[in-house]
């Protein structure tokens, strides 16, 4: 009872304890344009035939059935739309949001089945990426031959205290299998039941970080080896004296010491996505561990050709990208760079330089042009796509992995493309 009420007076007050049976059904829930009855509809459209025949369950079977995919593909697109990134929060909002209760239509799930599916589902979301826009090419409904590369660097959930050393590396390592080793022999001597539980547990445990050791000792080198090439391209006969030695992260050995927007270094990962410009649709993504763009063109125009068997015109790139070498692989294919040309203090920078091939010397010249940079501005309204998942809660990645992380930038890039179908009634 509310503060201040007089008494003496007859009102309806609100009776939460008084049982009622009401006649609904959750197609009663939404309404008829609601945005989880289009994402179901557009799900539905989707070869699934992958996710199909993992499933083992049949007629003949015995057992509890599995989950429909397409459930599970459709509460992960709409969650992805709505800003959801965690499985526990999902699993949650499935309990009590309408929405969620529609898009399950009764069948039951937990946070551990969303979110292994999230993760596993990588590989299918990447060839539903190029399904879903072939026809659509081929038809001319979506124009391929203006193709925006752009890189966004997303924090990894790793912490920078992960970073060791070779030595440090080693040093674990070795610590690791030694507990390993003792924890084995432990189970081994050890007759009591519960007792040998207990160990396994601790030797599951100690098993998992030799294995995160490892990894992490793979990638320090594979770090060192970078740097080597790295030092050759530049032609440095000795090696940089403001470099800190090379480190992996134990918890996430794929993730790379980066430098942020905002001018900070940490742990992330580099995606890059290959946007068109005339209506920004996503036609490809991939997730590296390179902090730097340079060098990447020629990759992206290879991506883009292995989807759709299509080489783009034309390919719109900030100066991160400039390398001679991709400058003269696009040349040759005849395809047309527009990438800022290089502050120089010594000279033109349109001027050709000593060592410029033909494409390069052509691409100065075409960039000191006011309709090449017209051209090029029109990269900045791709930038789009990096705006709206960042919006939509893809700021710091909640997975490990470079596959997992891939995967889950999918997600995103799915949920991007489906708000650009809607928009042009392409769904």
Not at 368 to 379: E, L, M, S
Request: some cysteine.
């Amino acid at each position: 009872m509310a503060k201040g009420r007089p008494a003496g007076l007859r009102l309806e007050t609100a009776v939460r304890t008084q049982i009622e049976f009401q006649q609904s059904s959750l197609d009663d829930l939404l309404a008829s344009d609601h945005r989880a009855r289009q994402v179901w509809d557009y799900v539905e459209e989707l070869d699934l035939s992958v996710l199909y025949r993992r499933v083992q369950t049949t007629m003949s079977s015995s057992g509890r059935p599995a989950i429909d995919p397409a459930i599970l593909v459709s509460l992960w697109l709409y969650a992805t739309l709505e800003g959801v990134g965690s499985a526990r929060l999902l699993d949650r909002l499935c309990k009590s949001d309408a929405a969620y209760l529609w898009l399950l239509g009764g069948v039951g799930v937990n946070y551990h089945t969303l979110s292994d599916f999230r993760s596993e589902a990588g590989a299918v979301l990447d060839e539903l990426l190029s399904q879903s826009l072939t026809a659509l090419i081929a038809s001319g409904s979506v124009d391929v031959r203006t193709l925006a590369v752009d890189g966004m660097k997303l924090q990894s959930l790793a912490s920078g205290r992960s970073f060791k050393s070779a030595d440090r590396l080693a040093e674990l390592h070795r610590a690791s299998v030694a507990t390993v080793a003792a924890l084995q022999a432990e189970i081994e001597e050890d007759s009591a039941a519960s007792e040998r539980r207990i160990k396994a547990r601790r030797l599951a445990a100690a098993e998992d970080r030799t294995r995160r050791l490892a990894q992490a000792r793979k990638a320090q080198a594979k770090i060192e080896q970078r740097r080597g090439e790295q030092a050759a391209e530049q032609r440095r006969k000795e090696e940089r004296r403001d470099h800190d030695p090379a480190r992996a992260s134990i918890s996430d050995p794929d993730a790379r010491i980066m430098k942020m927007g905002d001018g900070s270094y940490r742990p992330a990962y580099n995606v890059q996505i290959k946007t068109t410009v005339d209506a920004a649709h996503i036609v490809g993504v991939s997730v590296i561990d390179r902090g730097a763009d340079y060098g990447l063109l020629t990759s992206a125009l290879d991506e883009v050709r292995g989807r759709y068997g299509i080489t783009p015109d034309r390919v719109l790139a900030d100066g991160g990208y400039y390398s001679k070498a991709d400058i003269e692989v696009l040349h040759e294919r005849d395809v047309t760079l527009f990438c800022p040309l290089p502050r120089n203090r010594k000279g033109d920078p349109s001027q050709p330089r000593r060592g410029d091939g033909p494409g390069t010397v052509a691409w100065r010249r075409r960039m000191a042009t006011a309709q090449a940079q017209a051209i090029y501005r029109r990269r900045f309204a791709t930038e789009r796509p990096h705006a709206h998942m960042r919006n939509h809660g893809l700021r710091r990645l909640l997975v490990r992995g470079i596959e997992k992380v891939k995967a889950v930038v999918l997600w995103h890039v799915h949920a991007f493309n489906f708000l650009q179908f809607k928009r042009l009634g392409l769904a």
